[in-house]
C-alpha cells in the first residue's frame, strides 16, 4: 500500500489523481490532502477517502470547514503550516505536488526536506526554484516523478538511455486556442476564447498559460531542471493534436516518443505507480488518427512569452521567479478583466526589464524575489490602459 498526500486535490490534477487512486484502492491511500477555496468539493473528498489530514490554505476558512466535517475523524488544519503537516505527514511515502503558482513551493520543499517521494505537477516550483531544488532532492535522496505530460513522455523516452546521449529534447505544443488567429487579433480575444483550450480541460491558470504559450516557456525551463539538459537542446515543436506528447532524439539520429490519447490521468498513474503501469481508463490510441498528425515551428512573434521564458532561463539566477510571478499577476489580471491578453506578455516583459538579475541561495530568497515580481507587475498593471 502506498500512502499518498495530495497537495491541491480539488484542482484538475488533484480531482483526476482522486480517481486513479479510487480505482486502485489496493494500492493507494491518501493519508492527507489540501485545497484553496472550494470547500464544498473539499469536504465531499474528505468524506469520500476518509484522510487522516486535512487543511485549507487560508486559517479563516478552518472554523467553517471544522464544523462541515463534524463527526469525521480527521484533523483539519489551515494555513502554510497546515499544508506543510500535510505534505510530511509520517505516514506519506509520496506527496502529489498539484497546488497551482509559486504558492506550491513551501510545501514541496518540505516535502523533500520530510524525505517523501514527490510527484510533481506544480511546474511553478522548478520554474522558480530549480536549482535548489533539485539540490534538495538529491540531498535528502528522493525521487522526484514528472506528472506534466510533456516530461512525462520525456521521462519515459529516456528511461534505459544515458543522459549524455541526448542530442535534443523535443517538447510538443497543441498551441492552444489561438494558434490560427492572426497576431492582429490577439489584442481582442476574449477570457472566454482563452479559457477554450481545443484538446485539454484544465485549471484556469494553465489554461491561459497555454493561449499565451507561456506554459511551454515555463515546460522548457521546468525540463532544464528535471533532465539536467542545457536550455539550448529543449526545441519546441507545434502539434496541434496533442498525441504526441514529447520525444528525446539521441547523437545517433533515433527519436524516441511518446504517444497517447491526451488525458492526464495517463501521467499521472505513471508517476503514481511508477516502475509499474496500471489501468487509467484512458481511451485507447487510435491508429487511424496518426497520418492526421503535423508539426510545425512556433512563431515566437505573435506567442512573445514562449521567448520570454527563453530569455529568463538564459539571465538565470532570479529572473524567471520573477518572470513567473509577473506572470500569475498578469493571468490573474486579465481574467478579471482589466488587462487584455496581449497585455499579460507586455506586463512580464516590462517587469523583467526592470529588473536586475541576481543569485537565489534558499528558498526564502526566491520567495523574496517572487514577491518583488508580483509587486512590480501588479504595478504595472495599474497603470495600463485597457
Ligand atoms: P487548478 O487551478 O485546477 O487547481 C489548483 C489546486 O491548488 C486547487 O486544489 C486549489 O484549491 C489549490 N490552490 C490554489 N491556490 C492555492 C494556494 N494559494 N494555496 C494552497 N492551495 C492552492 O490547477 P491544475 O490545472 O490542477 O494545475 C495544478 C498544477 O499542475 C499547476 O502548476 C499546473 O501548471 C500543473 N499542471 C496541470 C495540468 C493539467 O492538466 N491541469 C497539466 C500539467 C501541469
Ligand atoms: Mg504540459
Not at 1 to 19: A, P, R, Y
Not at 66 to 81: A, F, P, R, Y
Not at 119 to 136: I, P, Q, R, S, W
Not at 283 to 301: A, E, Q
Amino acid at each position: 500500500m502506498k500512502n499518498i498526500t495530495i497537495l491541491g486535490s480539488t484542482g484538475s490534477i488533484g480531482v483526476s489523481t482522486l480517481e486513479i487512486v479510487s480505482a486502485h484502492s489496493d494500492r493507494f491511500r491518501v493519508v492527507a490532502m489540501t485545497a484553496g477555496k472550494n470547500l464544498e468539493l473539499f469536504v465531499r473528498q474528505i468524506k469520500q477517502f476518509m484522510p487522516r489530514i486535512a487543511a485549507v490554505a487560508s486559517h479563516t476558512d478552518v472554523p467553517r470547514l471544522k464544523e462541515m466535517c463534524s463527526g469525521l475523524d480527521v484533523t483539519i488544519l489551515g494555513g502554510v503550516e497546515g499544508l506543510i503537516a500535510a505534505a510530511t505527514a509520517d505516514e506519506t511515502d509520496m506527496v502529489v505536488a498539484a497546488i497551482v503558482g509559486a504558492a506550491g513551493l513551501v510545501p514541496t520543499a518540505a516535502a523533500i526536506r520530510a524525505r517523501k517521494d514527490i510527484a510533481l505537477a506544480n511546474k511553478e516550483t522548478l520554474v522558480t526554484a530549480g536549482h535548489l531544488f533539485m539540490d534538495l532532492v538529491e540531498e535528502f535522496g528522493v525521487r522526484l516523478f514528472p506528472v506534466d505530460s510533456e516530461h512525462s513522455a520525456i521521462f519515459q523516452s529516456i528511461e534505459g538511455h544515458r543522459c549524455e546521449d541526448i542530442h535534443k529534447i523535443i517538447l510538443t505544443a497543441s498551441g492552444g486556442p489561438f494558434l490560427n488567429t492572426p497576431a492582429t487579433q490577439l489584442s481582442n480575444v476574449t477570457v472566454r476564447d482563452a479559457l477554450n483550450h481545443p484538446n485539454w480541460n484544465m485549471g484556469k491558470k494553465i489554461t491561459i498559460d497555454s493561449a499565451t504559450m507561456m506554459n511551454k516557456g515555463l515546460e522548457v525551463i521546468e525540463a532544464r531542471w528535471l533532465f539536467n539538459t542545457p536550455v539550448e537542446k529543449i526545441g519546441v515543436n507545434i502539434h496541434p493534436q496533442s498525441i504526441i506528447h514529447s520525444m528525446v532524439e539521441y547523437v545517433d539520429g533515433c527519436v524516441i516518443a511518446q504517444l497517447g490519447t491526451p488525458d492526464m490521468k495517463a501521467p499521472i498513474a505513471y508517476a503514481l505507480a511508477y516502475p509499474e503501469r496500471i489501468a487509467t481508463g484512458v481511451k485507447p490510441l487510435d491508429l487511424t488518427i496518426l497520418s492526421g498528425l503535423t508539426f510545425f515551428n512556433p512563431d515566437h512573434d505573435k506567442f512573445r512569452c514562449l521567448e520570454l521564458a527563453y530569455r529568463a532561463i538564459a539571465s538565470g539566477e532570479s529572473m524567471p521567479a520573477v518572470m513567473n510571478a509577473a506572470n500569475e499577476i498578469a493571468v490573474t489580471e486579465f481574467l478579471e478583466g482589466r488587462i487584455g491578453f496581449t497585455q499579460i506578455a507586455e506586463t512580464i516583459e516590462r517587469t523583467m526589464d526592470a529588473h536586475t538579475a541576481h543569485k537565489l541561495k534558499s528558498i526564502e530568497e526566491v520567495l523574496k524575489a517572487d514577491l518583488w515580481g508580483r509587486e512590480s507587475a501588479r504595478e504595472i498593471c495599474r497603470e495600463m490602459v485597457y
